[in-house]
């Protein structure tokens, strides 16, 4: 049964990523591994990977509210995606995701908030608010020592690079 709900997923993963290169619009991967197995994001890129090849690197997207490892978050900067990051990355046990923030290159940093879900310190456990995205922004600018000017300025470009927005 699981094997396939699996492979249901992986099409529906399939044809959103045929959209998507139909349309010219980038995808947005949300990979959620579950407790028990980190299949979920070798699966993903090996389907990425695929298309990589397949389409020649048209295919744009960003891997939102990611909460891999820094060798996963290679993975995907090397297929060209962006890395999205969400207030997590304020939490105090969060360290080996603000490892993968310190790697992660800023001109390939989108800061997200994931609204409703994942509200930053201090308001950890509530409604989050987009309005908070600020604060994922200061953090990201604490962890690569850079100015939060600097960090917005270049997060803003990058999103709108990714999307296309002038």
Not at 39 to 47: E, G, N, Q, S, V
Request: overall charge negative.
């Amino acid at each position: 049964q699981e094997s396939g709900i699996k492979g249901e997923q992986e099409e529906a993963f399939r044809r959103h990523i045929d959209l998507a290169l139909e349309v010219g619009k980038p995808i947005i991967v949300h990979c959620r591994p579950s407790s028990a197995s980190q299949d979920a994001y070798d699966d993903t890129l090996r389907i990425l990977h695929s298309y990589f090849i397949l389409h020649n690197s048209r295919l744009r997207g960003v891997a939102h509210s990611f909460s891999g490892t820094t060798d996963e978050a290679r993975e995907f900067l090397d297929l060209g995606f962006y890395t999205g990051f969400t207030g997590v990355i304020t939490f105090k046990n969060a360290e080996n995701l603000r490892e993968v923030v310190r790697f992660v290159p800023l001109d390939r940093i989108l800061v997200e908030t994931d609204a409703p879900f994942l509200a930053p310190e201090p308001h950890r456990g509530t409604r989050n608010e987009p309005a908070w995205v600020e604060l994922v922004a200061r953090k990201v600018a604490e962890v690569k020592n850079e100015p939060i000017g600097r960090v917005a300025e270049m997060t803003t470009e990058n999103a709108r690079t990714l999307f296309k927005i002038e």
